[in-house]
């Protein structure tokens, strides 16, 4: 890893920390998905540093442009809501506190005792090529089924948004 990744790494990690922080102590929801589409470009620019650029592309398409697009109209469109702020009591942050806590000292625990690899991975030239080979061949029926399944979804959540005439 050079310097100039180092730092890049280093910056984008910072920012990345300051997003996540500032999803879970947002008070207004709108705030809250915005910073987190900032988690979510972090993590695409960390994949980028990894060298992982398929990941990356994919974070920004799927993540932060369809996730992201969703709950801010999800927000937005549901006249309740974009008024309402969270209100989390001082016990529940306690309790969050400490499970968000363990949860790091596992997985610090996890990744310092592991053994690995020095560098990164040699996937070859044409990963994406063989990702998408993959998908067209051996994983067809599991993404035709999931295709589906995303559209009764998008059906059921229209037909629940849907007003009801009068």
Known sequence: MTVMTSIVFGLTAIVLLIAAFSVVTARDLIRCVLWLAVAL???????????AE?????????YTGGIITLMLFG???TARITSA???VESFERLRGA????????????AILTSELPAGPATLGEDVTREVGRLFLTDWLLP??????????????A?????????
């Open 41 to 51: 470009v972090s993590t695409a620019v960390l994949f980028v540093v990894a060298e």
């Open 98 to 109: 400490v499970v968000a806590l363990t949860l790091f000292g596992l997985m610090a625990w």
């Open 143 to 156: 993404m035709e089924l999931l295709s589906v399944l995303l559209l009764a979804v998008m059906i059921g």
């Open 158 to 166: 229209i037909a629940l948004a849907r007003r009801k005439d009068p």
């Open 54 to 62: 398929f990941i990356a592309a994919v974070q920004i398409l799927l």
């Open 75 to 77: 927000v937005m469109l």
């Open 85 to 87: 702020k969270v209100e």
